[in-house]
């Protein structure tokens, strides 16, 4: 029998001892002990180090005995989990398919507020995991959405079309992400008629005519392949509420599916001249090919993190392509020699928008021809390990020269760290983007002190709702001189199933008023494809607006609703916005900001790593980041000494909201900062 790994201490152990495994019809498994009576083994698929391990709860807590699986640990942060747990082999041989053979078993996950974890069960003739993928009996969902948030439910799989064979069950916990665990009890296998307390079972897929979810279909189908007769949608499977549904495919974002898309890689709403084909595929201007090249033709990387490097392009310039080589992979010898060469090509388009073009792996690809349409301001190609993210190789790729469609001559090739188009000999401000400059100072807003206070007021409508035509807003009018406006809206949803009148998209559109009083819009967000967004509004600001509309035709029955958190801004003037909150310092878990200009903390808002510069103090100092109630969740030193941007990985925490203190070795606070991660 396989040991089953713990990852917890207290009641959790780990398993030594032998236990007999049953092979015949019933079986049950309570995981009473951590001696599973049926015997299992387990894969870790995705090679992160975690993977289902038995626990046992205390009498507080219900007692439960479980195997357990998380997406999300205190210790290392957010998961994406592929775990599996597979039974030994189970004879049915003596079986025929009518016989009604039901696997049942209780799950949960764990933490009602953080339920959305996605589990698939399979039945198949081959332990292998590419058999149970392959394999028609089977049954995955979100577990939140079968009534399993925070409190047992019972599901079952028929898996009588097996009979006659040696057969085996997996549970596998994937498509999750930084939420919480979940928790399977009471697995047993029986034959022969309606499920036990069952008085009926009129459609005969082994689920109680009570619990059945889709009444006349078998609900082992839901999860499997089907076809919702939508082009627009891919990876069609029966869901949980008994239709067929796919995901909607907008690669490139610009509103217009796939399957339509005029110009694949270019919004489609851009004409400019109005002559019915995008911008990004015609030749606004004339133009001659230009050839230049990155300031290196290779680019290497080592250890944790990722290398990068970035080519700014002349003023006009699109339609740019190379092509990356060497991108391969590792994966025998040496743990720590072992590497899988991941490789992200992003570029800032004629607006200035950062846009990711595509990554590629070495384990599909050995090269990549990159081919960026319409206007580019700059591109950056990054080069990371996604083996376990800290090799001891040196990995390597190579570039080919740049062409690309301008109306000048050839610049001079030049490394461009930050991919705000300014060459790094040149740039102002290191790590952040040279060309905002809000009040036109000539400093960028990236590496400026602003002097004032950081504040926090409500919007007066929260949440905010609507229903029928039309749309609902609120506005925050806020102080003079504020500016850096920052909050989030969540629970951003759709309802696409059901009465059509009930059908619903929410649209959320943000606009605000700049310091000069120029109305502009910052964005809309929809409930197809986002659940919360960070509005994140830089330079001064008199007032911000929030409206909600109904982006599915216009005039939905049913009552939309979305969070909208306090917003925080900085501001010089003490005044208070009328019947609103308003805060002259942010705490977290207590602890008060403290500003000292010289030092540099960016970028902000940072998704991979934060930088430190300009640290006055001998010897070395402390990096506390602390989340939103208060806990140290990263610490690190650095040395005051090293004049250059110093790195701190942040890559294991979750989106949101921190607060940064650097300490000296006195024990000094040099430095409190606001920062999120994104």
Request: with cysteine.
């Amino acid at each position: 029998m396989n040991k089953i790994l713990c990852f917890m201490a207290l009641s959790c152990a780990i398993f030594t001892a032998k236990a007999q495994c049953d092979e015949t019809l019933p079986i049950i498994e309570r995981f009473d002990t951590n001696v599973i009576n049926v015997c299992w083994n387990v894969v870790d698929k995705d090679k992160d180090g975690n993977n289902w391990y038995w626990w046992q709860y205390s009498s507080y807590y219900g007692g439960h005995k479980v195997i357990a699986s998380n997406s999300f640990y205190t210790s290392s942060g957010a998961l994406t989990p592929d775990n599996w747990i597979v039974s030994h082999a189970i004879n049915l041989t003596s079986f025929s398919p009518n016989d009604n053979i039901v696997v049942s078993y209780k799950i949960r996950a764990e933490l009602a507020a953080f339920a959305h974890e996605f589990y698939t069960v399979y039945a198949a003739t081959s332990n292998q995991t590419s058999a149970f993928e392959s394999s028609s009996v089977k049954r995955g969902e979100y577990i939140d959405e079968v009534g399993g948030a925070g409190t047992f439910v019972t599901r079952t799989l028929n898996i009588s079309a097996l009979a006659g064979n040696v057969v085996y069950i997996a549970f596998r916990h994937h498509n999750s992400y930084n939420q919480y665990n979940i928790n399977i009890d009471e697995v047993s296998i029986s034959s022969g008629g309606a499920p036990q307390n069952c008085t009926s079972d009129a459609d005969n897929d082994g689920v109680c005519d009570s619990d059945d979810q889709c009444p006349g279909l078998n609900d082992a189908l839901i999860g499997t392949a089907c076809d919702d007769g939508n082009p627009c949608t891919v990876n069609d499977v029966y869901d949980t509420d008994c239709g067929c549904s796919g995901t909607y495919a907008d690669t490139d974002n610009d509103g217009v599916c796939d399957a339509y898309d005029q110009c694949p890689g270019q919004d489609d709403s851009i004409d400019t001249n109005n002559n019915g084909i995008p911008d990004g595929c015609e030749d606004l201007n004339t133009c001659t090919q230009q050839t230049t090249n990155f300031n290196q033709d290779q680019l290497n990387h080592s250890g944790s993190g990722e290398s990068t490097i970035s080519l700014a392009l002349p003023s006009g310039s699109k339609d740019v392509s190379f092509t990356i080589n060497n991108i391969d992979e590792k994966t025998k010898g040496k743990e720590s020699n072992k590497y899988i060469e991941n490789v992200t090509v992003t570029y800032r388009d004629g607006l200035g928008a950062l846009k990711t073009y595509r990554s590629y792996s070495g384990l599909n690809v050995s090269s990549a021809n990159v081919n960026i349409q319409g206007e580019v301001q700059s591109v950056t190609v990054s080069l990371k390990d996604s083996y376990d993210g800290n090799s001891d190789s040196t990995l390597n790729i190579n570039f080919s020269s740049v062409t690309y469609c301008g109306n000048g001559s050839n610049p001079p090739p030049c490394t461009d760290s930050d991919g705000d188009t300014i060459c790094d000999s040149v740039d102002q401000c290191p790590g952040q983007d040279d060309r905002i400059d809000a009040n036109n100072n000539g400093i960028p807003d990236g590496c400026e002190s602003s002097g004032c206070t950081e504040s926090t007021s409500n919007f007066s409508k929260n949440p905010l709702t609507h229903s029928g035509s039309g749309s609902n807003s609120t506005t925050l009018n806020l102080p003079t001189n504020s500016q850096d406006i920052l909050f989030t809206v969540s629970g951003l949803d759709d309802r696409l199933k059901g009465k059509e009148s009930n059908k619903y998209i929410e649209n959320v559109t943000v606009i605000y008023k700049d310091g000069l009083g120029i109305t502009k819009t910052y964005g809309t967000f929809s409930g197809s494809n986002l659940s919360s967004q960070i509005v994140d509004i830089k330079g001064k600001v008199q007032s911000v607006t929030v409206s909600l509309t109904d982006g599915f035709n216009g005039n939905t029955t049913s009552n939309m609703s979305v969070d909208l958190s306090a917003v925080t801004y900085c501001s010089t003037s003490t005044a208070r916005t009328s019947g609103e909150l308003n805060t002259e310092k942010t705490s977290i878990g207590g602890e008060e900001e403290s500003i000292e200009s010289s030092i540099k903390v960016y970028p902000n808002p940072a998704s991979d790593a934060l930088y430190v510069k300009g640290i006055s103090d001998e010897g070395s100092s402390n990096i506390l980041l602390y989340n939103i109630n208060g806990s140290l969740v990263l610490g690190a030193k650095i040395d005051n000494s090293y004049n250059q941007g110093q790195k701190i990985d942040i890559q294991k925490l979750p989106t949101g909201l921190y607060l940064m203190r650097i300490v000296n070795n006195n024990g000094e606070i040099l430095k409190t900062e606001r920062i999120v991660i994104k």
